[in-house]
């Protein structure tokens, strides 16, 4: 298991741009997928993007495409999630997640399918 904590959110407007980075600790000697997901109040965890362990394969879900892009540097053990075009409705709290990788498959959906989490950072997009 990793230990992952997430930082860089805040209150920006629609149409700013916001950079969160998630950084891990612990067994991180060991090769991980990760992912962001989000959660906006009375809504179910929601998949934003995910990346493979060496970074070549990236997933985004249909509403940040073009948008928003994931990133990893594996030197630092930090994963990042760069938001551009901010919307109101991507008003949510992000977490970072992580699963041991056995193979560079970025096909994990589900919050499930991830065993390790962070406590979450709120981004609040303002109209």
């Known amino acids: 298991q990793v230990q992952l904590v997430e930082s860089g959110g805040g209150l920006v407007q629609a149409g700013d741009s916001l950079t969160l980075s998630c950084a891990a600790s612990?067994?991180?000697?060991?090769?991980?997928?990760m992912g962001w997901f989000r959660q906006a109040p009375g809504k179910e965890r929601e998949l934003v993007a995910t990346i493979s362990w060496s970074g070549g394969r990236t997933y985004y879900t249909d509403s940040v495409k073009g948008r928003f892009t994931i990133s990893r540097d594996n030197a630092k053990d930090t994963v990042y999630l760069h938001m551009n075009s901010l919307k109101p409705e991507d008003t949510a709290v992000y977490f970072c997640?992580?699963?041991?990788?056995?193979?560079?498959?970025?096909?994990?959906?589900?919050?499930?399918?991830?065993?390790?989490w962070g406590q979450g950072t709120q981004v609040t997009v303002s109209s």
């Open positions: 612990g067994r991180t000697y060991e090769s991980y997928t």
């Open positions: 997640a992580a699963r041991k990788a056995f193979s560079s498959s970025v096909d994990y959906r589900r919050p499930g399918d991830f065993s390790s």
